[in-house]
């Protein structure tokens, strides 16, 4: 906490570096940014228990002012949180030691936008949407679509290694970029060599992307950038089975169809979700694809997918679900069709190799169905982030009535957390595979990493020496 | 609806963050407290005890622009506007308003309007009930006397018999947005009374504030607004005579023409595309756009009061349109509605501001009547 004389010294050199108007103790600034987009802290807010709140806000207005602040923070030995757009579900942005919250949406400047190489050049601080905006305008678009994309940033998007809805043929947000700017722990402005794929060395920006701001801040993105897609086809199909629905979208990657979209609801989705926001009353796993590109070669992928699916019993439900689908797509994220307070529930996702998806999701549903059962907790999950070798399951928990007491309630999210984990782990899959560590998956780094994990932990200490970047995340040692 | 009765919505969006890219405020200060989320925890907050309506959080609370945006621009259409605009009522139940809004209030209570004595109503004539009333308001009176004098102009060519309503009166949209709801009130009852006593059919407003207020405000308060009368703001009124041909204007060819959507545009189903066509018809050829247009247009300061509690931000906003027309290669900027170009005017230094309804009565061709 910073109180007394000290924190009157860092608040002068903080707005001597940054100017008055950008650097704030307001206390409804405290209460606001003392949540992220994630369950816990919000929970907490909720039962009027005081949340852990940054001592000030700050608003940098370029890298060098960034430096500044790292450097004031490292000569107090203070707490630094970045803060792109707040939208993390795991606690990556929540100030739990308090210090100093570095929002970065002054950084809101698209830098380049290059028709030759099609790459666009923005700070960490551009909201997705705007990007698209922006790049929709030169008839241009980022191929990144996640559903946080009216709320993340730039910089959120690299920082957590997040996925889109069409990330099964364009890649996930780090597929995608080719250099970054950013700001080490010191205060030194760095660059990344231009372009990704060289033997020049190791890829430097991976130690910031992915880092959830515990490396240091990233400031600035060159990414890759498309033409919209001459067209879009759609198709929905239904399976009587989850098991001959993973076996087709296995298939379809194998043979490498590269769709954009293929979206598979498990039967308890299909049930409850899909009749819920796009009102369709199905019985079995909805697969929703979607091809783009050249309409010949579109629609003869189609084709040999439908097939596949055809050769596993589908029932061909047509464009119009798929189509319906796409232009709703984000609708499930919006009040009051999202999942909010004061139900308990959390994004276990995970990620592992197409031999061990049916054998990871079952093991997670019993545990969450029959272990969580006094708690009638509920199981939901769709898979809708394919790779040419596995699958990334987008798993849910939800408890209706969850515990009154706030410590209560915490400690058995926690506990459905590390056993959902703890089975990802055990059958092959990752502790998180686009929502990130954050604080909510930190303790369990070290099982994830095994033998490797003191190497990153000396790689962390020797960039954050004092510890300041986002202490209590990504799982490292304060 | 009453802050209590919004208390679904203000738990149900204090941590929605869909419609954050959107909001004029926090684009200009990037502050999560001046947000949409920002405000509904805000006040979610204050009602769970965690924080009071201090200066300082009251002050958050008023820097709401009260534009709509966020609704625009939700997938569900949450009324968080009306659900933040009922907080400060409950703030002002409580006596906890800034010294803005009570300052603001006693002269409402005295005159009508905040300037100070001007005639109020327009008596009827003795020849009968005009076709139109002409809806001006004070402010327009006191800040764009031009702009009512050009709209009569083009009504008296189109031929259109009408009166000016509300001269001395403010619209009941600047009460109501600061939480002053029993002088909304009080201020939509004499306005109704004199469009009764004037027996007007249709209402003209020159304002698309006044428009979402006669069509959303009056309900929101409790005050019935008589189905009977037409009500359509005076872009679309002249987009409508223009493709009727019962205006004509000679065309004007003008380089860098920028547009700026009024204030409340994206409250109004498809009244972003009459002061276009508008102004297509004037200059021969589509005007230049703003970043944030249409749907999406974000207004210029002279909205939700700010000009009188917020004159900073109010300023900013105007100066963030004037940056953004100048990026967009502006020679000009055109808006529709005089508030905002009166308010853009006093802020855009080396850029000319020009009023469409001003512009439109310089080219009307013919004899106006």
Redesign the interface.
Known sequence: MLEGLAGEMVLTELIDALGAAHV?T????K???A?D?SWMP?MW??R?M?PPSPDV?V?PGSPEEIGRVLQIANSYKIPVVPWG???GTQGGAAPIYGGILL?L??L?RILDINTTSLTVTAQAGV?G??LE??LN?HHLTFPHYPA?A??ATVGGYLAARGSGVISTKYGKAEDLVLSIDAVLPDGTIIRTPPVPSHASGPMLMNLLIGSEGTMGVITAATLQIERPPETRVFRAVLFDDLHQALDAGREIMLARLQPAVLRLYDEGSTASLIKRVLNLDLQGAYLIMVFDGYEEIAGAQLARAMRICEERTAKDLGPETAEHWWD?R??F??????L??PLMYGTIETVCKFENIERLYYAKKRLIEEDFAEWQARYIAHFSHWFPWGVMVYDRFIIDSPPEDAHEALQLHNRIWTATARTALANGGMLNEHHGIGLKLGRLMREQYGTAWPALEAIKHTLDPRGIMNPGKLGFRL | MTARDYTPIY???R???????VCPVERIT????TSP??WA??IA?VQ????AW?E??VD?LYQCADCGLCQAN???G?PLPAAIVAARAAVVEQGAMPDSVTRLEKSLRLWGNPYGPLTADTEPNAGGAPEIGLYAGAATRVGSPRTITAAQALLRAAGRDHRLLSMGRSGVYLPYTLGLWDTARVLAEQTLDEIGRLGVREIITLSKEDAHTFQHIYPEIGVTFPGEIRVVEFSAWLDAMLAGQELRVQPHPRAGIVFHDACHTPRLLDSADAPRRVLAALTGTAPGEL?WREQQASPCGAIGGFLFTQAELAARLAAARIAEAQEAGAAMLVADDPHCAAHLAAHAADLPVVNLIEMAAQQIVGEIQ
Request: net charge neutral; glycine share 8%.
């Open positions: 704030s307001r206390p409804t600034d209460l606001i940014y949540t987009w919000q807010l909720d009027a005081p806000v608003h757009g707040g939208s929002d949406k002054r809101d909201i949407a705007v905006k922006a305008e946080s009216n709320a709703h984000y609708d994220y919006y009040p009051p069709h999202s909010g307070l | 738990n149900g969006d941590y929605c963050l869909m419609c954050r890219h990037r502050r999560e407290a989320h920002g925890l805000l907050s769970r005890g965690l924080i201090t300082e959080a958050t939700c997938a569900t949450r970043f």
